[in-house]
């Protein structure tokens, strides 16, 4: 894993230039037709896949995670890219709805306008696809954007940034990157002063997440705001317990459990807990630290892991594989704890390592609440026999996100809306709702012909107008 530590750190004025040449840009890209903005955006798509391997060697090299993962990482932005390119027009594009009895004579017509330039500040955990779910999504929505990327991983988002000018070259500007330490993201979002961006886009900690709303708040710049989470998995006694050791193994460990939606607890009927543990363990045991996953990217996060770690087994937790001693260096042994109480820190606080905890419930009334009980809502999954069940367990779940038998089932579907509330932040990437983010509705009315009553006219006499009102009156008192 290597760092950069020579890349500017931009200032405010970098930055107002940045959004400038950006917003230049980006009233070009506005004016194409969608079919032409598709067409360029795919172009983008097809340089990014031939670029594979270079990104995914860049995507390693800065934050250590095998290259094999990264490569994964790679796919599962071009799948992205593809899908807002593709439905932009469709999602956006001007369409006509429905006036209602009282303004047949008007034709009612909606659609959707750029807002301009988009800040989109990243993480280091996946820098390629996660801040791509904004990137992309705003540009096929007719925006410009200006990209700060995680400190950690800053030549992800220069390659990201040239990749488009290369594959683009008529719209060089359209997506910059600024580098820099957290510093630069708050110049970016206004802490300093407006920075000019239209809406920023977040991913990160609920605690910074907070200082860069109070930045936006200053000037009224909308926000989008990713924060993480503290994901559960559901285990029914009738669930194939196979299948959910296996995904909740991967869930847990995959990329050193530094992901979002990652697993971190899991609620298992107490019938098969003690079965399903020996499943988690038995798969958990098998992984190779440092060539399955890689190592944590942030160092000051293995504090964070040791500490959940330690007050577990403090608390009367229990560890079935791993511990204390599997902490002790950046690239984790993978930790499997159980029995432990829901106040401890890691059932409560977001701990971003491969640790899980394997906890036993009374039933899935419980499981469910007590997946509910936590700060954070931004996925989760649940496994039973019955689709049916699961589905009904999943309408119970407060998360924005839910896989039946499977976890993180949704991440790889582009057409499904991404986000969380309470501490996982708000607002939504990625589908439909992820391209309206970054665009702004336009109602239209165009008049067909004058109405038998005109009600925005002070020529139609007071007594037709009050007929008319009554009428609708007694319509609507009836149906």
């Not at 577990?312 to 499997?336: M, N, T, Y």
């Not at 007929?467 to 149906?479: I, N, P, S, T």
Request: charged share 20%; aromatic share 6%.
């Amino acid at each position: 894993m290597t760092t950069r530590t020579d890349r500017p750190e931009h200032t405010l004025d970098d930055i107002r230039a940045a959004v400038a040449r950006a917003r230049s840009a980006g009233l070009g890209w506005a004016a194409l037709e969608a079919r032409e903005r598709r067409a360029a955006l795919l172009r983008w798509k097809r340089e990014l896949a031939r670029r594979t391997d270079e990104f995914a060697e860049v995507i390693a090299a800065e934050t250590g995670k095998p290259v094999h993962d990264a490569r994964s990482e790679v796919l599962l932005t071009l799948v992205h890219l593809d899908w807002a390119a593709r439905n932009a027009h469709r999602v956006l594009g001007r369409r006509r709805v429905r006036s209602g009895l009282l303004s047949v004579h008007q034709r009612a017509l909606l659609a959707y306008r750029p807002l301009g330039v988009i800040g989109v500040i990243g993480p280091w955990n996946y820098p390629l696809y996660t801040p791509m779910g904004s990137i992309g999504y705003a540009l096929a929505a007719g925006n410009a954007v200006v990209f700060k990327p995680s400190e950690l991983t800053p030549e992800v988002g220069i390659l990201l940034a040239r990749s488009f000018g290369e594959a683009v070259p008529d719209h060089t500007d359209l997506l910059r990157t600024v580098t820099g330490p957290g510093s630069t993201g708050a110049a970016l979002a206004g802490a300093e002063g407006p920075s000019g961006v239209d809406k920023v886009a977040f991913t990160g900690s609920p605690g910074t997440a907070r200082k860069v709303a109070a930045a936006c708040a200053a000037t009224l710049t909308p926000l989008l705001a990713e924060c993480g989470g503290k994901d559960a998995v559901l285990v029914s006694a009738d669930a194939d317990l196979d299948a959910a050791a296996d995904a909740i193994v991967w869930g847990a460990m995959s990329n050193a459990g530094q992901t979002c939606a990652g697993v971190e607890r899991v609620y298992a009927e107490a019938s098969v807990h003690e079965a399903l543990c020996a499943r988690i363990v038995s798969r958990a045991r098998a992984l190779t630290p440092g060539d399955t996953y890689g190592p944590l990217i942030l160092p000051s996060q293995l504090a964070v892991v040791e500490r959940h770690v330690k007050q577990a087994l403090v608390d009367g937790g229990s560890a079935e594989l791993g511990g204390p001693d599997s902490v002790r260096d950046r690239v984790l042994g993978p930790v499997v704890l159980s029995g432990v109480p829901e106040d401890s820190p890691a059932v409560t606080e977001e701990t971003f390592g491969p640790v899980v905890v394997v906890n036993p419930v009374r039933d899935m009334d419980e499981a469910v609440e007590r997946a509910n009980a936590s700060a954070y809502a931004l996925g989760a999954a649940v496994f039973t026999r019955s689709a049916a069940a699961g589905l009904a367990l999943a309408e119970r779940l407060g998360s924005g996100a839910v896989s039946v038998n499977s976890v993180l089932g949704f991440a790889a579907i582009p057409s499904l809306p991404f986000g969380g509330a309470g501490e996982s932040g708000y607002g939504r990437i990625h589908g439909e709702e992820g391209l309206r983010a970054f665009a702004a509705p336009r109602s239209v009315t165009v008049r067909r012909f004058a109405p038998a009553v005109d009600l925005t006219s002070f020529a139609t006499p007071r007594e037709k107008v009050a007929r008319a009102v009554e009428l609708g009156r007694k319509l609507h008192a009836r149906f």
